[in-house]
C-alpha cells in the first residue's frame, strides 16, 4: 500500500473528510499543548465543541475543572483560560479537565474517535506511532478565523517531513509547498505570526515561553476516544 501524507487546515470534519486517512489534529497556541501537556501530568481531559458543551459536560464529572476560552475571551462559570503554562503549574490534576477553545477543540470533536492530538511537545513520538502504523495520514492545523496559522504550519510540516524521509510521498503540492516553506526552520520561526501578536496583546507571553520551553519532550502519543484524550505510550 502507498504511504501518504496531507497537509490541510480546517475547523470541523466530518467522517467523508477523513477518506480512509488517519487524522491529527494541531493546534500548537493553544488547545492541543494543553490537553497534552493536562493528560501528561495525569489529568483527564474532556474536550468541547462550545460552551453550551463544555458546561454540560462538567455536570457530569466530579469538581471538573473549566478550562478555555472562545473568540479569545474567557467564558463565565470557567476556572482557567486555555493556558498550557498556567495549567502545568497547578497541583489538582485529580480534577478533570473540560477543555473549550474556538477551534482546536471543535476540531478534535468532529473528526471523532480515533483522532490523534499532537503538538510541539510530542513530533518524535507522533512521527514513529503513524510510521508503525498508519500508511495514510492526514495532519489538520486547526483554522483560526479561516487562517492555518504558523505555529500550526510548522509542527505539520515537521511531522510530514519525517514522515516523507521515512518514505512517505506528499499527497498534494500544497503538502509538499509547506513542508519545503517550514523544513530546517526553527522552532521559532513562527513568532511574529497572528497567534503570537494575541498572546502578546493580551499579556499572556508566559504561553510562548512555554511552548518554546518545551519541544520533543514527551514521548507518548495522545488520541481522543469519542470522549476523552487519552495517553497512549509511543
Known amino acids: ?35 497534552v501537556t493536562g493528560v501528561a501530568l495525569g489529568r483527564r481531559c474532556f474536550p468541547a465543541a462550545s460552551v453550551d458543551d463544555a458546561l454540560r459536560l462538567a455536570e457530569s464529572l466530579d469538581d471538573p475543572l473549566l478550562v478555555g476560552e472562545s473568540e479569545g475571551s474567557m467564558p463565565d462559570g470557567f476556572d482557567l483560560t486555555n493556558s498550557p503554562a498556567q495549567l502545568a503549574e497547578r497541583d489538582d490534576k485529580e480534577r478533570p479537565m473540560v ?46 478565523r479561516g487562517e492555518f496559522r504558523e505555529e500550526d504550519q510548522l509542527c505539520c510540516a515537521r511531522i510530514a517531513a519525517a514522515l516523507l524521509d521515512r518514505g512517505y510521498e506528499p499527497a498534494d503540492e500544497e503538502t509538499e509547498a509547506i513542508v519545503d ?4 526552520c526553527p522552532t521559532d520561526a513562527f513568532v ?9 496583546r493580551t499579556g499572556q507571553l508566559h504561553d510562548l515561553e512555554f511552548i518554546l520551553g518545551c519541544v520533543d519532550d514527551l514521548d507518548d502519543v495522545f488520541v481522543f476516544d469519542g470522549a476523552e484524550i487519552l495517553r497512549n505510550g509511543s
Open 1 to 35: 500500500m502507498d504511504r501518504i501524507v496531507k497537509i490541510d487546515s480546517a475547523t470541523f470534519v466530518n467522517g467523508s473528510y477523513r477518506d480512509g486517512y488517519t487524522l491529527v489534529a494541531v493546534d500548537v497556541i493553544r488547545s492541543t499543548t494543553t490537553a
Open 99 to 144: 477543555l473549550l477553545s474556538t477551534s482546536g477543540t471543535r476540531l478534535i470533536t468532529s473528526a471523532g474517535r480515533g483522532v490523534y492530538v499532537a503538538c510541539l511537545r510530542n513530533l518524535r513520538a507522533q512521527v514513529n506511532e503513524l510510521d508503525r502504523h498508519h500508511p495514510r495520514v492526514l495532519l489538520v492545523g486547526a483554522a483560526t
Open 181 to 184: 516553506r517550514w523544513r530546517g
Open 192 to 200: 511574529g505570526g497572528g497567534s503570537t501578536q494575541y498572546l502578546r
